[in-house]
């Protein structure tokens, strides 16, 4: 019996008749490239780090270099790697925010650190912890969370948004400095998930900051590798780690879709890959290589 999104289509139904009562079903499950085209130029694009399983949405980036983005204002939740590198590679980035941006064991970003010594791009350096806490003032409707371990650092020299005051509760008379990180909302945040349900709501496991970064962003786009069978928040095992469709705006199903990334319990890091890429995009003619052999081939395929 054929199948859509993990529905079986009976033979009995006509095609037609069978995608109408999909989408009432659920019209927040559209194709790939009909997600990534809620990403508007000069939008403040946050991206899942790149570790094993915490939502690197690497098919997403790759439909998107397809739709020629511009100035994007890339924010790293909290760190970025190869979906920024290619973005940046492209020209569609204007502005990069995040605590670090590499390629973990397979070295830095090649197209990042040439736009840096190019000044192609401009750089809002940050920490991990001032990101999660500019998202959980959104979160909160607050315009500041307080924030102490960045007290001593050059970063306070760069950052104009971020103000140290005196600790307004201290009882010692000595000056007791804290720093107030302004609030972050992304216009969009873009993840990869394992699982979701055709209601919209998004299982991500242990990986909470995508919960906050959910609550925090004006949208929220999340690829996904399987279609859950039931309502994942009716299910006690599954329900502590989900997001509620409440803060889903779009999901698009993209098997591997954190790739080269890993995916726990789905594939793994192929780091072969990720070598070849730093080889070719050390250059501008292998960056291009790159993209004719891996990404827009990618993308018809997707």
């Known amino acids: 019996m054929p199948s859509f999104l993990g529905v079986k289509i009976p033979q009995y139904l006509p095609v037609n008749v069978f995608f109408d009562i999909l989408l009432r079903m659920d019209a927040q499950i559209v194709f790939l490239d009909e997600l990534v085209e809620e990403i508007p130029d000069g939008a403040v694009l946050a991206l899942a780090p790149e570790y094993n399983g915490c939502g690197c949405a690497l098919a997403g980036v790759r439909a998107l270099l397809n739709r020629s983005p511009k100035h994007l204002h890339l924010l790293g939740i909290p760190a970025l790697g190869l979906q920024a590198d290619l973005l940046i590679g492209v020209g569609a980035v204007s502005t ?30 940050a920490t991990c912890p001032a990101i999660h806490a500019g998202l959980q003032a959104t979160e909160k409707g607050i315009p500041f969370m307080p924030l102490r371990g960045i ?4 970063l306070l020299a760069h950052r104009d948004d971020w103000l140290v005051s005196n600790n307004p509760f201290s009882l010692v008379r ?3 400095p804290i720093v107030f990180i302004a609030a972050l909302k992304p216009d969009v945040a873009l993840f990869h998930a394992q699982v979701v349900d055709r209601e919209g709501n998004v299982w991500i496991g242990v990986h909470k900051e995508l919960m906050t970064l959910a609550h925090a962003s004006t949208k929220t786009l999340v690829t996904f590798e399987t279609l859950y069978d039931g309502d994942l928040l009716a299910d ?27 995916l726990p319990a789905h594939y793994e890091r192929d780091a072969g890959h990720i070598r070849r890429y730093v080889e070719l995009a050390s250059s501008n003619e292998g960056f291009q290589q790159y993209l004719m052999e891996y990404v827009y081939p990618q993308i018809a395929a997707e």
């Open 236 to 262: 006690e095992k599954m329900a502590a780690g989900t997001i509620p469709s409440i803060y889903v705006s779009c999901l698009a199903e993209a098997k591997k879709g954190a790739w080269p990334i890993a």
């Open 151 to 154: 007290i001593g650092s050059d």
């Open 96 to 125: 990069v925010e995040c605590a670090a941006v590499t390629l973990g064991e397979e070295g830095l970003a090649p197209q990042f650190s040439a736009a840096v010594k190019s000044g192609s791009i401009k750089i809002k350096d």
């Open 174 to 176: 000595e000056e007791d």
